[in-house]
């Protein structure tokens, strides 16, 4: 029996603690990242670290054994289960005092007569609010559509589509798991649309792209990091007007260095550590409007990373889920970021003072770089991404 895992994002734009939950999962999501960029240097590539985590906490209730093991032990979660601080995780995540809209939707698709265990839907359910229905794989198309239909109407329309017939098979596939999250944040400080013009962007590939470049007056956060191998890289902070979440964009310091000898060296401890190194600094800060979306297969990356026998038909072990035998024979991640001048209007008392005759350094960020986008209280990577030609 086959289980296909789908996820789908669409974004507008202390270090000797134990790590949280959300930076457990968002670890193992920054892992599956940097296996698929190392296979496109060149590309853009965006994904939810925290939807790869999400997947395999629905899926983690209904797996046993070997089979269990392998994902807590990727997941560095403690074995008698972690859902109470996953259902606290979502809760948080998409709670209304963020300020910036993040809804999390999931859902199960099961094969019409297909036995789900209670207590495992039931966990999904209060864990992850994840619905579950019934549908009849055996007509794809028709099964396609009501899973396209759903996902649409979660992220309002802006991913309208995910699965295609061709993913299901007629006779063997008895559930299809969702994920999707959107987000649209605007930013603390807006940048102006009239500052917005056409700059030399110097892209992944060589070549020299004109691109629209948004640019603001501000104090932002800022800190120069080194990996340890001795590279020097920037990260600048831009918040969202709620103040809970945040873009971080890593770009090395050297013109030289090309990005992909800063991923590797990138996890939750990274990201906490650039904490201490960085402070408020005005700036002109330059930097593209970007759109890049990127579908993911995650089989591979998380085949590498010891998760393989969810994806294996003779050593996969649901029980919990069923008492038919189930793997999973797919997993995709498809994930959109729009970044743009949006952005809550800057009070005029800030203007003022950022008005002030020195001329500040200007920071442009013209060639490939890196973004995460972080809920601060939790440490949780919603999302990250390349971007080597906006």
């Not at 930013?187 to 590939?205: L, V």
């Not at 501000?218 to 890289?233: C, D, E, H, R, W």
């Not at 409007?289 to 050593?315: M, R």
């Not at 020195?358 to 770089?369: E, I, K, L, N, Y």
Request: net charge positive.
């Amino acid at each position: 029996m086959s289980v296909i895992f789908c996820s789908l994002f669409l974004t507008r734009c202390v270090l000797s603690l134990a790590p949280s939950y959300g930076e457990r999962g968002s670890d193992l999501g920054i892992q599956v990242f940097q296996q698929v960029v190392r296979a496109k240097p060149l590309e853009n590539v965006v994904l939810s670290p925290h939807g790869v985590a999400s997947i395999l906490g629905m899926l983690l209730p209904g797996a046993h054994g070997e089979t269990r093991k392998q994902v807590l032990n990727a997941l560095r979660y403690k074995k008698n289960g972690p859902y109470k601080m996953l259902r606290k995780l979502h809760k948080t995540l998409t709670a209304r005092s963020n300020q910036d809209a993040v809804l999390i939707a999931n859902a199960m698709f099961s094969q019409e007569g297909f036995p789900m265990e209670e207590a495992f839907v039931a966990t999904n359910k209060a864990n992850f609010q994840c619905e579950s229905r019934s549908l009849d794989f055996s007509n794809t198309h028709r099964a396609a559509d009501e899973i396209n239909t759903w996902v649409n109407n979660k992220t309002k329309g802006h991913i309208p589509s995910l699965i295609k017939a061709d993913m299901l098979d007629p006779s063997l596939t008895r559930l299809v798991a969702v994920n999707s999250i959107y987000f649209k944040g605007l930013w603390k400080s807006r940048f102006q649309p009239e500052n917005t013009k056409m700059r030399p962007f110097n892209g992944g590939d060589g070549n020299v792209y004109k691109v629209p470049m948004m640019s603001q007056l501000s104090v932002f956060n800022i800190g120069m990091a080194t990996t340890p191998q001795g590279l020097k890289y920037k990260v600048i902070e831009l918040p969202y007007h709620g103040n809970t979440i945040s873009m971080l964009i890593v770009l090395p310091s050297e013109e030289d260095t090309p990005l992909s000898r800063v991923v590797p060296h990138i996890s939750t401890a990274t990201v906490q550590s650039w904490t201490k190194l960085m402070h408020m600094k005005k700036v002109r800060l330059l930097i593209p409007k970007f759109t890049a979306d990127a579908e993911v297969d995650l089989k591979d990356p998380l085949a590498a990373l010891g998760i393989t026998d969810i994806f294996s038909e003779g050593k996969a072990d649901f029980r919990h889920l069923s008492s038919e035998p189930v793997h999973v024979s797919k997993a995709l991640q498809k994930a959109k970021i729009v970044v743009n001048e949006d952005g809550t209007k800057a009070a005029a008392a800030t203007t003022a003072i950022l008005l002030a005759r020195s001329s500040p350094p200007w920071v442009t960020v013209d060639r490939p770089f890196l973004f995460l986008i972080r809920h601060n209280p939790t440490g949780t990577i919603l999302f990250m991404g390349q971007i080597n030609q906006p």
